[in-house]
């Protein structure tokens, strides 16, 4: 009896192992995960974000400014808000908590990253984190590029 592996089954099994979920908030090896991961009401009317940075990018970041634009729940722009997370070691999961001014929490539809303001390895020249950066939300609020 001959064994005949064709294309088609090939492709399949690739096919499926494409499909296989990811486990969300897990960075791939030489990426940088951010997730949005949770939110709690302010003592001042505001809203606490809580961020998880997952540093798998081979390189700790001594530099990283993210500009965030913070949409309300009809998904008008409410504010921008620049937030300083460096530094984010090589290898660690990190947690960084920033406070979002003059909005509650639930009427935050979506938060996008609107630019990088910094983004420097450590000795060495900046890069555009864009290229190798993953964002992901557990809160009710999207957060996307």
Known sequence: MTRRFSAARSGRALLLAALLPVFPGMAEEGRLGVELNKFEQGETGGCRAFFLFRNQSGQTLEGFEMSLAILDGTGVIDQLL?????PLPIARTTLKLFEIPDIACENISEILLHEMTACKPQ???????FDFMDLSSKTPAGFVK
């Open 123 to 129: 000795n060495a020249d900046p890069v555009d984190c």
């Open 82 to 86: 620049s937030i300083d997370a460096a």
